[in-house]
């Protein structure tokens, strides 16, 4: 996974002694064709598999503790199942290759990106989903 300039930023102005971001009691998650970019703007198909620009919400409380990261450092990863869409509406197939975690429904700042294991074509009404631990956010 990585980390938006926003996020990365906001950790080296915390070493400078500024204060960091408030805690987050929700995270939200945008589904991507491709690369989201530093910017996480880039390839976004929620819109278009949802039905609406809103993103996904998570509870941060629904992400496990931080532990060891399977080829180092460390992790977190959702509880849960995290369903994008109960019944996709995208008119066209789209392909998910990436995901982008956000700290807010719209707009907002980017936080963090992810590639796919594998990639998932989507068609009108298929569910799209991240299974329990699926989907990590990891610090190396």
């Known amino acids: 996974m990585a980390f938006s300039q926003y996020l990365a930023t906001a950790i080296l102005n915390w070493f400078k002694d500024t204060p960091f971001p408030t805690d987050l009691a929700t995270i939200y998650v945008s589904i991507h064709s491709g690369d989201p970019g530093v910017a996480g703007t880039s390839n976004d198909i929620t819109n278009s598999v949802r039905g609406t620009a809103n ?24 509880t849960s199942t995290v369903q994008i869409t109960a019944s996709a509406a995208n008119a066209a197939p789209a392909t998910a290759t990436h995901f982008g975690i ?10 963090a990106s992810g590639a796919l294991n594998t990639s998932v074509s989507i068609v009108s009404g298929d569910t799209v989903q ?3 631990g699926a989907m990590a956010i990891k610090v190396v």
């Open 55 to 78: 993103r996904v919400s998570i509870a941060a409380s629904a992400l496990g503790a931080v532990g060891a990261a399977s080829g180092g450092g460390f992790q977190i990863s959702n």
């Open 102 to 111: 956000w700290d807010a429904v719209t707009g907002g700042n980017f936080l």
């Open 130 to 132: 991240f299974n329990t």
